[in-house]
């Protein structure tokens, strides 16, 4: 397993425009995380889901932002009608839920969004 | 509210110590972190500690707990280029991760 990947690394946008990103976790990780970052911040939390099923999403997360994860594996998270404030680097993480507690969540390199 | 909070910056010399401190607030996290980022790459898990634990040590990084101050600190012994970089420290509050704002390692020769 080569870890989480996102696809594609950057995508530069006109405003107004429909963007989709998609996190591959690793494949026994049934947690699944999305994060945005903006520069000289950590990330912040968008949502997460729990196999197929997203148990929570941020107040960051507007209803122009809509996040899936169909089949528990790969997740897609799309943001409609961007604007320029959705400027950002978009995170995904994954995580494997034990019976202790989750391990560490492992991290993809992120898809840097440009809206012009 | 939840907040974790650190220096934005660390300017150490190569071969000294890089001692990086974190403050956060949810008592109740099981789990506090320390990543690494370097520029153009994603983030990378250093280490962690349990709640429960004092300290960690793992070849050059040390952490330290202080539930009482609510602090934690990465110690990075012999410092090099290679360690340039942003370390975020991070608590899990259920669910998610909360993070500071990150700590940019400067590396002087």
């Known amino acids: 397993d080569t870890g989480v990947s996102q696809d594609p690394r950057h995508k530069i946008t006109k405003r107004g425009q429909n963007v989709t990103f998609r996190c591959d976790p690793i494949?026994?990780?049934?947690?699944l995380y999305w994060y945005r970052q903006t520069l000289g911040q950590g990330p912040e939390f968008l949502t997460y889901?729990?196999?197929?099923?997203?148990?929570?999403k941020s107040r960051l997360l507007s209803d122009r932002f809509s996040a899936e994860r169909p089949k528990g594996s790969f997740s897609t998270l799309e943001i409609q009608r961007t604007e320029q404030g959705d400027s950002a680097m978009y995170l995904c993480?994954?995580?494997?839920?034990?019976?202790?507690?989750?391990?560490?969540?492992?991290f993809g390199q992120g898809t840097r969004l440009t809206v012009v | 509210g939840e907040d974790v909070e650190q220096s934005l910056f660390l300017s150490v010399r190569e071969g000294d110590s890089s001692v990086i401190n974190c403050t956060y607030t949810?008592?109740?996290?099981?789990?506090l972190y320390w990543y690494k980022q370097e520029p153009g790459a994603g983030l990378q898990l250093l280490t962690y500690?349990?709640?429960n634990m004092d300290m960690k040590q793992d070849q050059r990084l040390t952490v330290l707990l202080n539930k009482k101050d609510k602090h934690l600190s990465l110690r990075i012994a012999d410092t090099q280029t290679g360690d340039s970089a942003i370390y975020f420290c991070?608590?899990?509050?259920?669910?998610?991760?909360?993070w500071g704002a990150g700590t940019k390692l400067i590396i002087k020769p």
């Open positions: 993480a994954s995580s494997l839920e034990r019976q202790w507690g989750d391990t560490e969540a492992f």
């Open positions: 494949s026994e990780h049934n947690r």
């Open positions: 889901f729990q196999n197929e099923a997203q148990l929570e």
């Open positions: 949810d008592s109740s996290s099981t789990y």
């Open positions: 500690i349990f709640s």
């Open positions: 991070a608590e899990n509050s259920n669910y998610q991760l909360i």
